[in-house]
């Protein structure tokens, strides 16, 4: 802790956001006075909240009982000393540290996503290999609304008018929202994260923020940090910001493009061969994204909601399959053109509604199998993929929980504890979900069926 109290000092922290990330995304833990989190070195949670849903929910008593103590014991979180940050949206100065979660004996809990990416990483690490990784992050910007059956509206730009017909790439559109991007860069400037470029997406009031490529868990944690950043620029704007995959009807989804890489020891990438052609564990990567991912979908289409982005010709920018190819932006797995060095591959299935922690852990365990099993990759697409939904993708929640829950090979990988317990937070969100009558039902069916 020398190290993080020196930076506290320094900075004049008088308050600490204790916080560690849930199954669904969500920042849960303790604040308090900058004093007693030096003296404390760590809080104490309750286990539970590792099962905890988006709607304060719990999996049935049964699994909860058999993943965690009947007694509702505590766990020990410590801070990690690489991934403290400060509010700069706070009224005092703050600091939020990201925490590790730990049992009585030491042992990193692996219900927290951010221990499953540490252990998948580790596997990399044992080959030495290290992965690097970019993330493209999406949202909209949306009046607020506080009556959840009506529609999400644009908000209001420095023009005075709401946004209307499709932007993408508009500088214009892009400027209407001027003083809530000059925030967020300020801020995550303030914080040390490596955000890069900022587009207009197709959708209205919707943009995208692409990171630098870096480790895999230093941009886990600052996705996660990163999503805090912009919903408070919003609300300092009075309106908000969502990272639903689906959230306004007839308007494209957001997604989080991955971009990821290997290199070795020396710093060299391992997907390309010393003449600049691909190398065989590039394929190898490859096909194990094509292979695994169809098992674990649920990472990267956790909610309900996730499935509404892949709704052929819904959006025309999600895709609805597992091909590979070149340059094309049809294919759930896109090679970018880019030199040897740099040569990557980018999942482009991913929602920005996905855990940062697991939705790189997916990524990477998948891409590990293909290249452990020397697994071959299908022929890349060229030309347009179409928008035939891959009959090897489930395309709902239920097929998608059902299918992650058969997968031994991910059981063996990312440990039974976290699939059941995953996978059942998923269905308590999903039992709560079916308890809601839609706008959708009532519109057509009360007077029809």
């Given at each position: ?7 506290l ?12 990330c ?12 900058t ?41 020990i ?25 730990y ?13 499953i ?15 690097i ?30 946004e ?53 868990l230093?941009?886990?944690?600052q996705?996660?940090i990163?999503?805090r ?13 969502t ?11 957001s ?24 190398s ?10 094509q ?10 289409a956790?909610n309900?909601?996730s ?30 053109h ?15 509604d996905?855990?940062p ?62 699939i059941?317990?995953f ?13 809601v009558i ?12």
């Amino acid at each position: 802790m020398e190290k993080l109290t020196h930076w506290l000092n320094q900075k004049k922290i008088t308050e600490v956001e204790c916080i560690m990330c849930d199954q669904t995304g969500i920042a849960r833990g303790k604040i308090m006075p900058t004093s007693k989190f030096i003296a404390e070195k760590g809080i104490r949670l309750p286990e539970s909240v590792l099962l905890q849903t988006a709607t304060g929910d719990y999996p049935d008593d049964d699994l909860y009982y058999s993943l965690l103590d009947p007694a509702d014991i505590d766990m020990i979180l410590k801070p990690d000393e690489d991934a403290v940050f400060t509010v700069p949206w706070a009224q005092e100065p703050s600091a939020q540290a990201i925490h590790d979660c730990y049992d009585a004996m030491g042992n990193l809990i692996e219900l927290a996503p951010r221990a499953i990416l540490k252990k998948v990483l580790a596997l990399y690490q044992a080959r030495g290999w290290q992965p690097i990784v970019a993330p493209e992050v999406e949202f909209y910007l949306t009046e607020r609304c506080t009556d959840p059956d009506l529609p999400l509206e644009p908000p209001v730009g420095r023009s005075g008018r709401q946004e209307s017909g499709r932007q993408s790439f508009s500088i214009d559109a892009a400027n209407e929202f001027d003083p809530i991007i000059e925030d967020i860069y300020e801020w995550c400037e303030d914080m040390g994260l490596d955000i890069d470029t900022v587009i207009h997406e197709e959708g209205s009031a919707q943009l995208e923020f692409n990171f630098r490529h870096g480790d895999a868990l230093k941009l886990a944690d600052q996705v996660f940090i990163f999503k805090r950043c912009v919903r408070e620029a919003a609300l300092k704007h009075k309106i908000n910001a969502t990272f639903m995959a689906k959230p306004v009807s007839g308007e494209p989804g957001s997604s989080m493009h991955i971009h990821q890489s290997l290199i070795d020891k020396d710093g060299k990438n391992i997907f390309s061969n010393k003449d600049g052609s691909a190398s065989k564990l590039f394929l190898n990567y490859i096909a194990g994204l094509q292979t695994y991912i169809p098992q674990i979908m649920p990472i990267f289409a956790p909610n309900v909601n996730s499935y509404r982005r892949y709704l052929p010709g819904a959006d025309g920018n999600a895709p609805v399959n597992i091909d590979w190819g070149e340059e094309n932006r049809t294919v759930g797995l896109r090679v970018p053109h880019a030199v040897p060095s740099a040569r990557r591959v980018e999942n482009r299935l991913a929602g920005a509604d996905t855990n940062p922690y697991l939705v790189l852990a997916g990524n990477l365990i998948c891409g590990y199998l293909g290249m452990e099993q020397d697994l071959k990759p299908r022929k890349p697409v060229q030309g347009r993929s179409g928008d035939e939904m891959d009959s090897e993708l489930p395309f709902n929640l239920e097929a998608a929980l059902e299918a992650m829950e058969e997968s031994s090979a991910m059981r063996d990988a990312l440990g039974d504890a976290f699939i059941e317990g995953f996978i059942g937070t998923r269905w308590a969100e999903y039992e709560g979900f079916k308890r809601v009558i839609s706008s959708w039902e009532r519109k057509f069916l009360l007077s029809a069926v």
